[in-house]
């Protein structure tokens, strides 16, 4: 058997993301010899030995890290500063630290304070979820065929991006690098704004009286459904995610008002020629995407 | 063999919907024993020849409509009231004229002047629908377990309901009787407004730089990949949709964007409490839908 990537990967926070890196590295070991799962909640460390993906599970963030040589930040992304803050002075000369963030500048930002030299540390962002949560949630699979983008900055070496790289390709995943400004502009309208509806809609609906509220859950078209799937995602991660991304979240959300205000003054006015074209130029995007596949 | 409940039916415009009535007839011959498509586009009357769905294919309105003793119009919300105009002096004793619109007081108003005596009208609304659209894309399962609405006026005779609720399920919908206005809200929330949230987003995509949009594209998230599934729907039936129903829907926009304010103010004031708190009302919503199942 050739060398594994690393020797001892460390999970900190095994959710739906931690959980599937667990679940990938149990299915191939070419990834990691070892794995340690650690948690702030106990009750999420006894379900993942109950699971049994992890090699080991730890209550103590010390003795997580210590002998790993590759450790993993999958918590929400306001707790990223005050985890990096328990763990790095115990981690040992020439790991690597990575984290799983939505949103990178914050995330960034929190971490690099609390970094010592004997780490590197290579900010990414793997693009796959579902609307579950927790490690009962994971799977070996679920970055096959996703996006996970790098954003690396000046504490990242190109040994480092080039071993996380290789990880997140062994994980299934396709790797691009961008500039953490514009990943989160990106991230901004494609993921966090979409949530941000989505909650919203569900919000609206829970306002209206009990009568027609209860007949729009009777009657949920597949559109409506489809909002309420992607607002059943969990609540803390999408709070940190919103708070910590407001500057590019509230600017897309800007220009998305003043879009829907256009197409309400449109339908107010009975423009059907504006309509029209907006729909066709949605179908557009919609093409673009499909054809990309 | 029983009686069939109709011994002719005829579609007027057979599209998603119209078409897919027409295989699930081919399948079931106890719903009607002849059936008859009709499009003013002479091109989706070759198209369905070819696609042999029905037992005949007429390129004019008179000739579809003169033996029928059930006519179903499933032509966009906009056009009900020409295509009534143009095939009820034809229509025979007894026989019972019903709508497929999304909307149902615009199209009341529509066809009700071009009511005769002979016929009865029972306005009725099957909410069931994919992305795609015109004679292919139908099938004959689309309305399985699926919700008809049905919002009888008094042009509706109980003996037509009693029919027509029998017709939607053979075609294996679950049927419920609303009043016009409060079905016209209720399908604004659920189905109306969703719509117009997707086209939008799509639109704001559009209006990104070119270098943000192509990357827009290439990482799509899952959630913003529903919202481009839900604005690749009809551009022509979602504009008539929406100049149709337009009170109702521009009502639950208002509503809508008070709570999208009130979110984006939480977020920019970092008010965690606020934005937890809609989330987790937002997937109670979520967990009764699912429930209900």
Redesign the interface.
């Known amino acids: 058997m050739s060398t594994p990537l690393f020797n001892h990967i460390t999970i900190i926070g095994p959710g739906l993301i931690g959980s599937s890196i667990l679940r990938r590295i149990q299915k191939d070991r070419s990834i990691a010899k070892t794995s340690t799962a650690y948690d702030i909640d106990p009750k999420v460390c006894d379900r993942v030995r109950v699971l049994k993906i992890a090699d080991q599970v730890v209550n103590d963030p010390e003795e997580a890290v210590q002998t790993a040589d590759c450790v993993v930040l999958s918590v929400p992304v306001?707790a990223m500063g005050s985890v990096t803050k328990e763990i790095t002075p115990y981690m040992k000369k020439g790991s690597i630290l990575i984290d799983t963030g939505s949103t990178k500048a914050s995330v960034i930002n929190a971490i690099k304070p609390y970094l010592t030299e004997n780490m590197t540390y290579v900010p990414s962002h793997p693009?796959a979820?579902?609307?579950f949560s927790g490690p009962d949630a994971g799977y070996d699979t679920l970055f096959e065929n996703h996006?996970c983008?790098l954003t690396p900055t000046e504490d990242s070496t190109p040994e480092s991006i080039e071993k996380i790289t290789k990880f997140w390709q062994m994980m299934g995943a396709n790797i691009?690098c961008l500039e953490v400004k514009?990943h989160d502009?990106?991230?901004a309208?494609?993921?966090h704004?979409?949530?941000?509806?989505?909650?919203?809609?569900?919000?609206?609906?829970?306002?209206?009286s009990e009568e027609?509220r209860t007949?729009?859950?009777?009657?949920?078209?597949?559109?409506?459904?489809?909002?309420?799937?992607?607002?059943?995602?969990d609540?803390?991660m999408?709070?940190d995610v919103?708070?910590n991304n407001?500057k590019a979240?509230?600017e897309?959300?800007a220009?998305?008002?003043e879009?829907?205000?256009a197409?309400?003054k449109a339908?107010?006015w009975?423009d059907?020629e504006y309509?029209?074209d907006?729909?066709?130029?949605?179908?557009?995007?919609?093409?673009?995407?499909v054809d990309?596949k």
């Not at 704004?193 to 609206?204: E, G, K, R, V």
């Not at 597949?222 to 607002?231: E, K, L, V, Y």
Request: glycine fraction near 4%; charge should be positive; hydrophobic fraction near 45%.
């Open positions: 306001g693009m979820g579902t609307e996006w983008l691009r514009h502009k990106v991230c309208i494609i993921s704004l979409p949530h941000l509806l989505a909650f919203t809609i569900c919000n609206t609906v829970n306002h209206l027609t007949e729009v859950l009777d009657y949920a078209a597949p559109s409506f459904r489809d909002f309420t799937r992607i607002a059943s995602s609540p803390t999408w709070r919103f708070i407001r979240l509230l897309m959300l220009r998305f008002t879009d829907t205000q197409m309400a339908i107010r009975q059907g309509i029209t907006t729909i066709v130029q949605a179908r557009k995007i919609r093409k673009s995407i990309d």
